[in-house]
């Protein structure tokens, strides 16, 4: 560096700084994982129930996905079906009577909390299109266990006998975890 | 890559006896809007990232059936969660006791309940329809986790890991189940 005589404030090297924020970029560029095209729809969060034995992770493709959530407005619980796949959703949301144009190609349908016959035939529609698909139930920890069991017969009624439950892992989860 | 010569301005070009200029090392370049720009970025993946990655826990239940099939009682193990988040457990089926169990008990119960048996307990969850989803995570949780500690204890009764069945089912609570649960 050139020295001038005269010394007009101080000069701090930036470099490690920079260094470092380029290295915290570049790790947070790839480890990015955006919100579902489903979750970008829906107006409340599921907080998850926690769970540490089973760290498999939720595929991206290929699951149909009971949504059981709380809306914070009204706080009451919400239902809804998600499918993963674009391609295969007309075909298994045009099942249900009284639904076409752009709700068929939404990235999940809102269902009425009861209506356990909709839930029936979606997840019949499901296996239909892609036997090979993956059923999870994605509900809120606070939810009584009720609404999930009525997932649950309509799911074994209709052959569906192996699925999953969405959770989070324990040390992720966020500081209000008491439930329960 | 070709190159031009520019015709004296080219630091390689050193004429003997030359006027003496100022040596130019390197060059400056403001490296400020880069940075501006990289921190922008670093604070809009830090924040858009969501660290929390939702994990599966796969459950099976037992499909439609028009035959029962008979099993032992004595092989039996219900697992019962009452409304308000208690544990409570029966071995058998009908009439014999039902016992509460400790939240954090649920996990050396079950390994041992499944180490007496062998192979052979089945394990049934019966949860109230008005406990929370939580509760039986937890429950599931517990059980998931003795199953891993399960194989250790297995190796040291001679049996192998990969002859491990599980035989787990999350079952309806009947009315007699909730009567007697209120009951306790």
Not at chain 2, 30 to 36: E, H, R
Not at chain 2, 155 to 182: C, H, N, W, Y
Request: charge should be positive; proline fraction near 5%; glycine fraction near 8%.
């Amino acid at each position: 560096m050139a020295h001038k005589p005269k010394r007009v404030g101080f000069k701090l090297d930036m470099t490690p700084l920079v260094d470092v924020a380029f290295l915290l970029l570049t790790f947070f560029m790839f480890t990015a994982k955006f919100k579902s095209d489903a979750e970008n729809e829906q107006k409340y969060e599921i907080k998850r129930p926690t769970a540490s034995a089973d760290t498999t992770r939720l595929p991206d493709a290929g699951t149909a996905i009971v949504k059981i959530g709380i809306d914070p407005k009204t706080n009451d619980t919400v239902l809804a079906y998600a499918v993963s796949n674009e391609k295969d959703r007309s075909g298994i949301y045009g099942a249900v009577e009284g639904i076409g144009g752009d709700a068929l190609h939404r990235a999940q349908l809102e269902l009425a909390k009861d209506d356990t016959n909709k839930l029936k035939t979606l997840v019949l529609a499901t296996r239909r299109q892609d036997p090979k698909i993956k059923f999870a139930i994605d509900a809120d920890r606070r939810v009584s266990y009720g609404r999930i069991q009525t997932v649950m017969d309509a799911f074994r009624s209709q052959g569906a006998t192996i699925f999953n439950f969405v959770t989070v892992s324990g040390a992720d989860a966020p500081k209000d975890d008491k439930a329960g | 890559m070709g190159s031009v010569d520019l015709g004296g301005g080219g630091r390689s070009h050193k004429k003997a006896g030359g006027v003496k200029k100022p040596k130019r090392i390197g060059f400056a370049l403001d490296m400020t809007p880069l940075v501006d720009v990289a921190f922008l970025l670093l604070t809009f993946f830090m924040f858009a990232t969501t660290m929390a990655q939702p994990q599966i826990m796969e459950i099976s239940v037992p499909p439609n059936l028009e035959v029962p099939i008979d099993v032992a009682e004595s092989n039996l193990l219900t697992i019962m969660v009452r409304g308000d988040g208690r544990v409570f457990y029966q071995r058998g089926a009908g009439t014999n006791p039902i016992q509460p169990l400790k939240p954090e008990e649920v996990r050396t119960f079950a390994v041992q309940a499944n180490a007496e048996k062998g192979n052979a307990l089945i394990t049934t969850l019966k949860v109230d329809p008005t406990a929370k989803y939580s509760q039986l995570v937890k429950v599931l949780d517990e059980l998931n986790i003795a199953e891993g500690e399960l194989t250790t204890k297995y190796k040291q009764q001679g049996i192998e890991s990969g002859k491990r069945e599980r035989k787990f089912a999350i079952v309806a609570m009947t009315p007699d189940d909730k009567a007697a649960l209120t009951a306790l």
